[in-house]
């Protein structure tokens, strides 16, 4: 159960163009790819939709995939979910996570908001999650812990104390962390206020690791929620085909 029973707005990002996984995403956005037979974003969709006191989703779309997500998100009418459509941009100029929330936050209020990939699929409970984000009070990060063995250098990796601080976030690199941080945060509002600068810096990349990373750098307190059931990132063909091959396998256990 949340503590703190403020109502919370979620901002789902399903922006991606997704070119590592054409032909499959050339005519279809990735949060729509089929994991066992259902969109990949009804995964996420319904994990979000049973948070207590859950206020609005926004979901941030670019033009190209609108009309195909804004249908996809019919059979939620019952929920207060609205579509955000990116600007037009020049193929070279395509936005990311951070230029897309820069965009959402100039038209909706600077608030504490959950923020939540919509190509990774995961089953952890966000209450949980939002609860210990909630009294910690600080920017939290959903990650979860892998053996030496792994190759994580595809993801963002954090070094964590022993009271779940975060004293150092690697964007995609060969790192010894073996904590990988996954598209599902808290995000404070004094760290949303922080983006204008992060953009102006010579550290700004278009992700949200890397604006993890140059919190760090900058000695803003962040923390991480740890949790260890299963996660996949949608973001090559081997995982789409790992989490297909791990749901069918959990349906027919559950059977």
């Known amino acids: 159960m949340i503590e703190n029973d403020s109502i919370i707005d979620c901002i789902l990002l399903c922006g991606g163009y997704a070119r590592r996984l054409y032909p499959l995403t050339k005519h279809k956005p990735k949060v729509l790819l089929s994991i066992a037979d259902r969109p990949c974003i009804e995964y996420i969709i319904e994990s979000i939709v049973n948070i207590e006191n859950l206020g609005k989703i926004f979901v941030v779309v670019n033009i190209n995939n609108f009309k195909k997500i804004q249908q996809c998100f019919d059979k939620y009418?019952?929920?207060?979910?609205?579509?955000?459509?990116?600007?037009?941009?020049?193929?070279?100029?395509?936005?990311?996570?951070?230029?897309?929330?820069?965009?959402?936050?100039?038209?909706?209020?600077?608030?504490?908001y959950l923020v939540i990939g919509g190509d990774n699929v995961f089953d952890f409970d966000l209450n949980e999650f939002l609860a210990q984000a909630k009294r910690n009070n600080v920017t939290t990060i959903a990650v979860k812990e892998y053996p030496p063995n792994e190759d994580l250098s595809r993801f963002g990796t954090v070094k964590i104390s022993h009271d779940f601080v975060v004293l150092d976030f690697l964007e995609k690199s060969d790192s010894f962390y073996r904590h990988v941080s996954i598209a599902c945060y808290y995000i404070k509002n004094n760290d949303f206020n922080l983006i204008d600068n992060y953009n102006k810096s010579e550290s700004f990349d278009d992700n949200l690791g890397a604006f993890f990373q140059w919190l760090c750098f900058n000695n803003i307190r962040l923390k991480a929620y740890i949790f260890d059931t299963f996660w996949f990132d949608i973001g090559t063909y081997r995982d789409l085909v790992k989490a297909n091959k791990h749901i069918r396998n959990a349906k027919e256990v559950a059977k």
Do not use: C, R
Request: glycine share 2%.
């Open 77 to 112: 009418h019952m929920y207060n979910i609205e579509i955000i459509v990116e600007p037009e941009t020049e193929i070279k100029e395509q936005w990311g996570p951070i230029k897309a929330i820069s965009y959402f936050l100039s038209k909706y209020p600077v608030k504490d």
